[in-house]
């Protein structure tokens, strides 16, 4: 292999390192879910793929499925849920039940 044939595979693998963390960054990144929470809609180890351009053009809606970020116990990780209130709304519990503005869910 001559140079030049070299410099165009470093120049070639930079580039697809440099689109790949630019997409996974700005428009679609994959998650994997970790726990039963989301069942039966996503299965506790299913890899899931996230639009990150949507909530740039709306806003989240009731039923919408989110990747949100929590720090807990000093260290930060992805949690997917369900949107079931928005901002506005009034959540309660009530014998184990979720209610959103006085609406059993």
């Given amino acids: 292999m001559n140079k030049k044939e070299l410099w165009s595979w470093i ?11 630019l997409i996974r960054g700005n428009v679609m990144a994959f998650y994997v879910v970790d726990g039963s929470s989301m069942v039966p809609t996503l299965a506790d180890g299913q890899m899931v793929a996230v639009n990150k351009i949507v909530y740039n053009l709306s806003d989240p809606s009731y039923g919408d499925i989110v990747v949100f970020y929590t720090d807990r116990y ?10 079931v209130a928005l901002p506005g709304d009034t959540i309660s519990i009530q014998d184990g039940k979720l209610y959103v503005n006085d609406q059993f869910v």
Avoid: D, W, Y
């Fill in 11 to 21: 120049r070639s693998l930079a580039i697809a390192v440099v689109l790949a963390l």
């Fill in 74 to 83: 000093g260290h930060q990780r992805e949690l997917i849920k369900r949107v």
